[in-house]
């Protein structure tokens, strides 16, 4: 993946990247599964040599350092690609298996939620198996696209293809809840935001007035301006933050900073804001 790239990591393999904790969660399901159908006096479905390797990895086993101080990275690479396979027939083998639970739970289990201050997920730009995986873990959803027309029609069908694909989930998950007297499923985030990347703003100014107009508030007002710095950095494969301001000018080089500082003010607001409503939520309950 892109990140991947940007932070120098190195992945061998999809054992390298989170396919395996995805597979371990399936695993575990499988294995409780198997338990019961020992305690029916039913056969145990064996377990393949994929989920018995996956059922000992753990999230320490495949989070690399990177040369930022305290980021730290689980890769991807062209591999993964081979979940969105291997996903639905693990589906079809165990209906039961809450696979928009599996990212959650594994970086729960391992500690990684309570190591971590944050946690990035840079899914792929489809909404696939592992999307889903993504967005249902995120608490806050940050989506990219460019100030043109085809994009702007991109975006707007991926939110009607979210609200339908996690309503179809919630809706069968509650069927099955309200029959069993339990309580049901309900998807949400703290905050969802659309980020308008690669602008100029003398070709598409008018687009993204029109934009800013149609999506409000879900559309950050800060547009990631195409400067000279952001060129470089996709040049070189490296981030904003990487460049030496001594291969531009002052101008040049504080213009590129700009917008993006703004951006990330803007995105720890909203962060410090949930962590904020979560802690008091947690006294309230205490």
């Known amino acids: 993946g892109s990140m991947t790239s940007i932070f120098g990591g190195k992945v061998a393999d999809e054992w390298g990247t989170v396919f395996p904790l995805l597979a371990r969660h399936y695993g575990e399901y499988l294995q409780s599964e198997n338990q019961r159908r020992l305690e029916r006096g ?79 997920i840079d899914t792929p730009p489809a909404l696939g198996y592992l999307t889903i995986n993504g967005l249902a873990a995120a608490d806050i959803l940050l989506v990219p696209l460019g100030a043109s027309f085809l994009e702007f029609d991109s975006t707007g069908r991926f939110f009607d293809m979210l609200h339908s694909t996690f309503a179809s989930i919630e809706e069968a998950e509650n069927m099955a809840a309200r029959a069993l007297g339990r309580a049901g ?59 030496d301001y001594r291969d531009f000018n002052r101008e040049t080089y504080a213009r590129g900073r700009e917008t993006f500082d703004a951006t990330y003010a803007a995105f720890k607001r909203l962060l410090i804001g949930a962590w904020q409503r979560d802690e008091q939520q947690q006294r309230t309950g205490a």
């Open 42 to 120: 039913e056969e145990p479905v064996p377990l393949d040599d994929t989920l018995a390797e996956a059922l000992g990895t753990r999230a320490p086993d495949v989070i690399a350092p990177t040369h930022w101080p305290n980021i730290d990275l689980i890769g991807a690479q062209l591999n993964l690609y081979w979940a969105e396979f291997q996903i639905p027939v693990w589906r079809m083998q165990g209906r039961g298996w809450k696979l928009w639970d599996a990212l959650t739970d594994m970086l729960a289990a391992d500690g990684v939620l309570a190591e971590y201050d944050i946690v990035f």
């Open 185 to 243: 499923l309900r998807f949400q985030w703290d905050a969802v935001r659309a980020l308008i990347t690669r602008y100029d703003e003398s070709q598409q100014g008018e687009l993204a007035a029109l934009m800013q107009a149609y999506l409000g508030p879900v559309l950050s007002p800060h547009r990631q301006d195409f400067t000279a710095l952001v060129g470089q950095a996709g040049e070189q494969v490296a981030g904003i933050y990487e460049a």
